[in-house]
């Protein structure tokens, strides 16, 4: 990935400045400067008035990184200043990478997209026999989506497999559409059947090492480390540190800090990792049996599937993306793909399902504060 520009660190309480990391790139130019102006401006008012303590933002063009920087606090408690280089949670915007993970082994020949799901997990409910990995990628699958339980710190497996046979499917599949996390454990069990290896290990060799993203971690346990983000919500209007839960496993459970997953983004604008006609698949919206285009919709917000990723559009602009939250934790990640923008946005303060709290919400902010569709750089 190369570097135009990064910027350093920024709080609301310390007024707005530049640090220009020139060994990574070339200096900022002045248009530059004015861009950078133009999202500082935006995200100090969102995370203002939506009472977030912290947040990393990223731009991308194309493969380039324009813009990084860390506005507020990781830690309230120690008065730690987000950066760059603070890691946080990425929830449900792990799926991503597992679909990756998936479509890298089917590359290999030791997963088929089309197969059923039982081909690799033996012990599947009888009925869901024919679930294809395909449909657990599209979120078509009927696989019931609520598998959630009290104590998320360890997935038991023996407990998922038995709420997995207790609970009825959603629809047979290929009929609907009904966004699902058990799908997306499925999904990393079946890279490790077909992988012979753990799933986070995985992760960490085939595409963080292969990325350079140092200091992303899969279900990370030690929390003492500094450059973890504390995760805040708010409690009768006072923010108050969330539980520390791990909400999945291949449906969410990275931790990663914006220049890690704008080294991710970077790999995806150069389709690095898979073979180019793979990112086609990957981009093309999920049909339902009768050839129809089933849409998700959440939030205002209609969307189709690819494999993983939501298809849709913003302001005209076409877009892909996807988006996560848990306990204290949101994230999101917008590829701009016909305008070759890449926003990503992680932060640790949420306020329920309050999208305009969540990084989603910073993220379309940005696009309407800097213009994405105006904006040209080199």
């Known amino acids: 990935m190369r570097f135009m520009f990064v910027v350093g660190v920024f709080t609301a309480c310390s007024g707005v400045g530049h640090q220009s990391l020139a060994s990574q790139g070339d200096p900022p130019t002045r248009?530059?400067?004015?861009?950078?102006?133009?999202?500082?401006?935006?995200?100090?008012?969102?995370?203002?008035?939506?009472r977030i303590p912290g947040a990393a933002v990223a731009l991308l063009r194309h493969d380039t990184l324009v813009y990084a920087a860390g506005f507020g606090v990781a830690n309230l408690t120690t008065g730690a200043p987000v950066t760059p280089a603070t890691?946080?949670?990425?929830?449900?915007?792990?799926k991503p990478f597992t679909a990756m993970a998936?479509?890298?082994?089917?590359?290999?020949g030791k997963v088929a997209l089309d197969s059923p799901a039982a081909r690799y997990l033996s012990w599947l409910p009888a009925r869901y026999s024919a679930v294809?990995?395909?449909?657990?990628?599209?979120?078509?699958?009927?696989?019931?989506?609520?598998?959630?339980?009290?104590?998320?710190?360890?997935?038991?497996?023996?407990?998922?497999?038995?709420?997995?046979?207790?609970?009825?499917?959603?629809?047979?599949?290929?009929?609907?559409?009904?966004?699902?996390?058990?799908?997306?454990?499925?999904?990393?069990?079946?890279?490790?059947?077909?992988?012979?290896?753990?799933?986070?290990?995985?992760?960490?060799?085939?595409?963080?090492?292969q990325l350079g993203?140092?200091?992303?971690?899969?279900?990370?346990?030690?929390?003492?480390?500094?450059?973890?983000?504390?995760?805040?919500?708010?409690?009768?209007?006072?923010?108050?540190?969330?539980?520390?839960?791990f909400s999945g496993w291949g449906n969410s459970g990275i931790e990663a800090s914006v220049l890690d997953m704008a080294m991710f983004a970077a790999a995806l604008e150069r389709r690095a990792l898979l073979r180019s006609e793979t990112y086609d698949q990957m981009y093309t919206p999920a049909r339902l049996i009768?050839?129809?285009?089933?849409?998700?919709?959440?939030?205002?917000?209609s969307a189709l599937f690819g494999l993983s990723w939501f298809?849709?559009?913003?302001?005209?602009?076409?877009?892909?993306?996807?988006?996560?939250?848990?306990?204290?934790?949101?994230?999101?990640?917008?590829?701009?793909?016909?305008?070759?923008?890449?926003?990503?946005?992680l932060s640790n303060g949420k306020r329920g399902a309050d999208r305009q709290s969540q990084a989603s919400g910073i993220a379309r902010a940005i696009a309407d504060g800097v213009g994405i569709r105006e904006v040209t750089i080199r």
């Open 132 to 209: 294809t990995v395909r449909h657990l990628l599209t979120h078509t699958s009927g696989v019931n989506p609520d598998m959630r339980r009290a104590n998320v710190d360890e997935l038991d497996v023996a407990e998922f497999k038995r709420r997995l046979e207790e609970r009825a499917a959603s629809f047979p599949p290929g009929t609907n559409v009904q966004y699902a996390n058990a799908g997306f454990t499925l999904l990393a069990f079946i890279v490790e059947a077909a992988s012979g290896e753990e799933f986070g290990q995985f992760l960490r060799r085939r595409i963080f090492a």
């Open 102 to 108: 998936i479509l890298m082994l089917a590359e290999e």
């Open 213 to 245: 993203m140092r200091s992303a971690g899969y279900r990370v346990q030690q929390r003492t480390d500094p450059r973890h983000a504390r995760g805040y919500e708010l409690v009768n209007g006072e923010l108050a540190e969330a539980p520390h839960v």
């Open 87 to 94: 890691v946080f949670q990425i929830a449900s915007t792990t």
């Open 311 to 345: 298809l849709t559009s913003y302001r005209g602009a076409e877009l892909i993306s996807h988006g996560g939250a848990v306990a204290g934790f949101s994230s999101a990640l917008d590829r701009f793909v016909r305008d070759g923008w890449t926003i990503i946005v």
């Open 290 to 301: 009768n050839d129809s285009l089933p849409k998700f919709s959440s939030n205002g917000v």
């Open 31 to 50: 248009r530059d400067a004015v861009l950078a102006k133009r999202i500082d401006s935006v995200v100090i008012s969102v995370l203002a008035l939506r």
